[in-house]
């Protein structure tokens, strides 16, 4: 795999990553299970989207079922800007 600004940075800050590279434009059901399935291995933390419209609108569904299946709940997704982004994952590498 090409080398990624994104990941190596977030590497360099303690925050390890995997990539889930599934989302295929207008995702289906099976794509959503799929990530879910790679978030649950993996034991992941937070989910990121990175690119267009399918990838948010499916990393948003893998969140939300990983937040339902973990504590009975959905969570509400909130949007961040550059700025806030970084401040939180300097909060995360902090912690």
Do not use: W
Not at 46 to 71: C, F, P, Y
Request: net charge negative.
């Amino acid at each position: 795999m090409a080398s990624n600004p994104l990941v190596e940075r977030l590497n360099e800050m303690g925050v390890e990553t995997v990539i889930y590279s599934g989302v295929t434009p207008d995702p289906r059901f099976l794509v959503v299970e799929n990530g879910l399935e790679m978030l649950r291995q993996n034991h992941c933390d937070a989910v990121l989207a990175v690119g267009g419209g399918s990838s948010i609108d499916a990393a948003k569904v893998i969140a939300l079922a990983a937040m339902k299946e973990a504590h009975g709940t959905y969570a509400v997704p909130i949007y961040l800007n550059k700025a806030e982004i970084i401040q939180v994952l300097r909060a995360l590498s902090a912690s």
